[in-house]
């Protein structure tokens, strides 16, 4: 390269004095050495245009070369020079030498950051499978045999990624050199190297020949889950997944379930969550029998594990345990295996807000006969956000229970909230109740809510009446002009005398909020007198609230 860089850098590159067909060449040295990053990251990822200006041979004897020579410390450049490097088959002549483009992404595969690693390892996996079978033993499994072999664990990290990619085309002699660098690669004093192994193990699996996966992958699988860093043990349990997939039943039961068993009650909550969080596709994996034989049994430890992190991964998974389930005996197994352990809050808030799935599963009377308590029991837990989320699904159950069984279980629960402690809880009920009434209709609220609400007017705490008023300001437009104007004018206008006046500025805010949904008659013959006279009211906020409401509704 020194002669490259020797005739294509001066002045005379550039206006024709020296060697012409050296010129790109040379621009891509000054810009790479340039202390601009900017300026040499754009360098970088017009590498294509570079290539095709040299051509092919040039691309592979020169451009190649310098890049694998040259080692920038940026990390935004050597990850766009990755990148780039896993399209340029075509630009150094086509698959029969696609194997140059290897010792310049084997040095990126070294490299310190880990994103720059990561992208080397997927530019190396696209190119793999541009090598015939001949090429990938002379050219790609030598260098995997190097990262493998490597001193430092950033490349032995790299490795584990690449050995799913060439194992499938190589001689039967090569695929056992490749499982002993793997294995050895599990068993690496380095954890960030047992880590990377774990997390390609169910990959490498699925390129295996099954006895192979009986007698080399099971136990490497059964180490990596008993691994003394909680990391390690949390990656097998995703590779579970693959292994269970390749396996027979009679195999998955003497092989793999003492470790997943294991792994269910691992002491680090981190473990658990993934065995929680990777359910699912558990169990789809090893079928209805061990389902109900083993994993169920887990599933319920999950739904009342310590960590509430593992609770809630086992709750996200309710609702398709449930779908999974065989249809021959599913109800039995939902109402007497799984529903009898939703003790926590949100693993009974999930079920909650998943209940059309879970009411497709097992019926609304047996759910609502055993979901009840735990609704109730949740309406009123002493954490403030719980309740907040039980309110927030209560048009879900409105919608799911009907509006026979919400009037006899649930109404009484709606009406409790709107007098609670908590400012958020009032406002949300309120907002619940409009849901409500969009849901059950104008009938059902002038029978129901309508009449509770006012009734609140005379409460002795003023914070209940001024609830009264966000109710009507939410209902009005639900329940449309009859109602408001019969029914709720006159408490709204009734309340302008309270003593208190944040109530008598909420009448104001209120009225000017309803006054669109009445007609003139009322608005002209019992509204503007009301807020003209609280115009005139001794509180400042209580004027000002009233002469804003005059403005809006033009009564002025």
């Given amino acids: 390269m020194a002669g490259v860089v020797g005739t294509g850098t001066g002045p005379g590159a550039a206006s024709g004095d020296g060697d012409d067909s050296l010129y790109p060449i040379a621009v891509l040295i000054d810009e790479l050495r340039n202390e601009d990053v900017q300026l040499r990251l754009n360098s970088i990822k017009k590498l ?44 150094v002549g086509g698959p029969d030498f696609a194997h140059c483009l290897l010792p310049p992404l084997e040095s990126l595969a070294t490299v310190e950051e880990t994103v720059v690693r990561d992208k080397a390892v997927e530019s190396l996996r696209q190119i793999s499978q541009e090598h015939t079978p ?23 990290t790299s490795a584990c990624g690449l050995f799913s990619v060439c194992y499938p085309r190589a001689s039967s002699a090569v695929k056992a050199e490749i499982r002993q660098y793997f294995r050895s690669l599990c068993s690496d004093d380095t954890p960030m190297v047992r880590r990377a192994a774990a997390s390609k193990l169910g990959e490498f699996a699925k390129v295996l020949e ?47 379930m003492p470790t997943l068993r294991q792994a269910a009650e691992d002491k680090s909550w981190r473990v658990r969550y993934m065995v929680a969080d990777k359910f699912s596709e558990l169990q789809k994996a090893v079928g209805p029998k061990i389902t109900l034989n083993d994993l169920i049994p887990a ?52 079920i909650i807000s998943n209940l059309d799935c879970v009411n497709e599963v097992i019926g609304i009377r047996q759910l609502s006969q055993s979901l009840l308590p735990a ?6 837990d002493a954490k403030w956000r719980v309740r907040l989320a039980i309110i927030e699904y209560m048009p879900l159950l409105a919608g799911q229970l009907g509006v026979e069984f919400f009037d006899e279980k649930l109404n ?73 104007t019969k029914q709720m004018l006159p408490i709204v206008l009734k309340m302008a005398g309270d003593q208190v006046a944040n109530v008598r500025f909420n009448v104001a805010k209120s009225l000017q909020k309803i006054g669109p949904i009445l ?28 002469q804003e409401a005059i403005s809006v509704l033009a009564l002025a």
């Fill in 210 to 256: 099954l006895e192979s996966v009986k007698s080399e992958i099971v136990p490497l699988f059964t180490n990596l889950a008993s691994d003394e860093q909680d990391s390690v043990r949390l990656l097998a349990v995703e590779a579970c997944v693959s292994i269970a997939q390749i396996l027979a039943q009679d195999d998955l039961d003497s092989l793999v």
């Fill in 375 to 380: 609704i109730v029991e949740l309406a009123e």
């Fill in 48 to 91: 294509s245009t570079i290539a095709l200006a040299l051509g092919v041979e040039r691309t592979r004897t020169e451009l190649l070369p310098f890049l694998t020579d040259t080692i920038y410390d940026e990390d935004e450049v050597l990850l766009a020079l990755a990148e780039q490097l896993g399209n340029f088959t075509g630009l």
């Fill in 134 to 156: 001949v090429a990938l033993e002379a050219h790609f499994v030598p260098l995997v045999k190097r990262l493998a072999s490597g001193d430092w664990f950033t490349s032995r």
């Fill in 299 to 350: 599933f319920q430890k999950l739904l009342k594990d310590c960590e509430a992190e593992v609770r809630a991964a086992a709750a996200h998974k309710v609702k398709e345990l449930c779908e999974n389930l065989p249809t021959d005996g599913r109800e039995t197994i939902i109402m007497n295996q799984i529903l009898p352990y939703i003790k926590c809050p949100e693993v009974r808030l999930n």
């Fill in 412 to 484: 009484s629960l709606c009406m409790a909230w709107l007098v609670d402690h908590v400012y958020a809880i009032r406002e949300a009920a309120t907002n619940n109740l409009m849901k409500l009434v969009q849901k059950f209709g104008i009938e059902w609220a002038q029978n129901t809510i309508v009449p509770k609400v006012l009734v609140m007017a005379d409460d002795p705490n003023y914070l209940h009446r001024m609830t009264t008023l966000f109710c009507i300001n939410a209902l009005s437009e639900a329940c449309g002009q009859e109602i408001t």
């Fill in 519 to 546: 007609d003139t008659d009322s608005l002209q013959g019992e509204v503007k007198p009301v807020l003209q006279k609280l115009g005139q009211d001794e509180d400042m906020d209580v004027k000002y609230f009233a």
